[in-house]
């Protein structure tokens, strides 16, 4: 079934009117609707996304934008920068005990409690044709995703010695093994499977 013109004016007119709200909802923290963003990129990227370039990717902005928003919560305790653990050269940022008690309250809880009340069938379509749209109109910023759907990725099934297998991946992007607390965070490496 095609839609409509009239039909796709209505639904994009939705969906820019379900980002305002989202973005205006509010908070005691006095932070700006920039620094929620970052800091809940901080708090669901993977340790190989969560530095500078990737946030400023993510966000569609520029990596001085992205480091000035970044500064001012690492000056008021939210996130820590650290050393990545894949290059020494490059750092990371994550959240301290002050960020995670933030983002644990944050104003958005509501409308993710929502999104998990919808069927799984409506929900992966939603998923799929924002994804569709985010590949079409997000070429600059690039998609992101999680391993079990990236090309990069490969699964593989680890045996321990008492003989219970264990789902790990493996990144051949950054040839490295992925952590299982990452395996499900969003990667700014992410390409999806064709």
């Known amino acids: 079934m095609r ?4 039909k796709a004016v209505e639904i994009t007119n939705l969906l820019l009117h379900l980002g305002r709200l ?7 923290t006095g932070l700006s609707r920039n620094q929620w963003l970052a800091l809940r990129f901080f708090a669901y990227a993977n340790s190989c996304s969560r530095n500078v370039s990737c946030f400023s990717a993510h966000q569609s902005t520029s990596q001085g934008t992205a480091s000035q928003i970044i500064k001012h919560l690492v000056e008021e305790g939210y996130v820590e920068q650290q050393p990545a653990p894949y290059d020494g050269r490059s750092s990371i940022f994550n959240l301290t005990d002050k960020g995670k008690d933030v983002i644990a309250h944050d104003p958005l809880e509501t409308f993710f409690r929502e999104v998990e009340a919808v069927e799984d069938a409506d929900l992966q379509n939603l998923e799929h044709a924002l994804r569709a749209f985010i590949k079409h109109f997000g070429k600059q910023s690039g998609e992101a ?14 045996r321990n010695r008492h003989g219970s297998s264990q789902l790990e991946f493996y990144c051949k992007y950054f040839e490295v093994d992925v952590p299982n607390d990452d395996a499900g965070r969003l990667c700014s490496w992410f390409s999806g499977k064709s």
Not at 3 to 6: N, S
Not at 22 to 28: A, D, F, Q, R
Not at 145 to 152: K, Q, Y
């Open 3 to 6: 839609l409509t013109l009239m």
């Open 22 to 28: 989202l973005s205006e909802g509010s908070s005691n």
């Open 145 to 158: 995703g999680v391993c079990a759907n990236c090309h990069w990725a490969s699964k593989r099934r680890l």
